[in-house]
Nanobody
Framework: QVQLVESGGGLAQAGDSLRLSCAAS????????MGWFRQAPGKEREFVAA?????????RYADSVKGRFTISRDNAKNTVYLQMNSLKPEDTAVYYC?????????????????WGQGTQVTVAS
């Protein structure tokens, strides 16, 4: 079992930056790919970014955040990050961290096995 705890959300102005963190605990000795997803009110939870277990491995971004968001991980700290720059009001959502029982990342929500509780990001115009 793996527990995930997100932090770093909050209120930002358009154009600002925020950095989300996701700390993993539990069976962190296994090789998990990690992903970030978000869910806006009244919408489905959608893919944001994902990263393989191995540092320097594959990374994927949703088109809507490409060039503005950066996912990274520190396996020694069991932590994954999402650096969000040039924030827009449409980035407003609850952001969720997810872990997959595979070292290979996926953009599919259903392929993730563990989820955090989420952290709210609100971007004002």
């Amino acid at each position: 079992q793996v527990q995930l705890v997100e932090s770093g959300g909050g209120l930002a102005q358009a154009g600002d930056s925020l950095r989300l963190s996701c700390a993993a605990s539990g069976r962190t000795s296994l090789s998990y790919a990690m992903g970030w997803f978000r869910q806006a009110p009244g919408k489905e939870r959608e893919f944001v970014a994902a990263i393989n277990y191995w540092t320097g491995g594959s990374i994927r971004y949703a088109d809507s955040v490409k060039g503005r968001f950066t996912i990274s991980r520190d396996n020694a700290k069991n932590t994954v990050y999402l650096q969000m720059n040039s924030l827009k009001p449409e980035d407003t959502a609850v952001y969720y961290c997810a872990a997959r029982r595979s070292p290979i990342m996926s953009q599919e929500r259903e392929s993730y096995d563990y989820w955090g509780q989420g952290t709210q990001v609100t971007v004002a115009s």
